[in-house]
């Protein structure tokens, strides 16, 4: 995790492991352009399996599709008492979502080793950032726009969820939270062309 932070304001930087593990399981499924914002597949990609069988009896992939987009809707909304707790191996909490438990029972081992590597390789990612001062971008685009506000300037406090999605953009999904690929830091002006919309609204 990154702070940046000045008088009045701060940017909290870091992945998700819940949204890593969310994200393997829909790409798994197949449920391309499921949930809001509909993120593009991660990267590296993940093999489809087919789900049909496996939840033929409790809704089919229609069922699974909406019971993943609720778990979802929770998680971007930081809601407690939406998200259920993964506790495998019998994810007793998701038996509400019984096409979605039935997708963690057969596929939570791939799905942790999977979301576990890319923390891993996100916290390799964050010391390089570190080392470089890559971060230093958003400083100066925070002090840029305060300058062009003056005194009228909002304090701000916003979180960038960093994914490791194989398309380039960033989602404003609250008033205060970005999810965002964690490849657009190193396209300094791609990074801005998304950051300062938001800054405009925050700042």
């Known amino acids: 995790m990154h702070q940046t932070a000045g008088p009045g304001w701060r940017v909290t930087i870091d992945t998700s492991d819940p949204m890593l593990l969310a994200l393997y399981l829909k790409d798994n499924a ?83 080793t999977w979301a576990r590597e890319r923390r891993a390789e996100y916290e390799r990612l964050e010391a390089r950032r570190e080392a470089r001062g890559d971060h230093r971008i958003l400083q100066e685009m925070v002090a840029g726009r305060q300058l062009e506000v003056g005194p009228l300037a909002k304090d701000f406090d916003l979180r960038i969820i960093e994914l490791p999605l194989a398309e380039d953009r960033a989602w404003l999904v609250t008033s205060d939270k970005v999810i965002m690929s964690q490849s657009l830091v190193d396209d300094a002006e791609t990074f801005r062309s998304f950051l300062e919309p938001v800054l405009e609204i925050l700042v």
Do not use: K
């Open 30 to 112: 197949g449920l391309a352009g499921a949930g809001f914002p509909p993120l593009a597949p991660v990267e590296p990609r993940i093999r489809e399996c087919d789900h049909h069988q496996l939840t033929q009896h409790v809704g089919g992939v229609e069922a699974l599709r909406r019971e993943w987009e609720e778990w979802w809707a929770g998680l971007v909304g930081d809601a407690p008492d939406a998200v259920p707790d993964v506790s495998p191996p019998d994810f007793t909490e998701f038996s509400t979502t019984p096409a979605l438990q039935r997708s963690l029972q057969a596929h939570f081992g791939s799905a942790f």
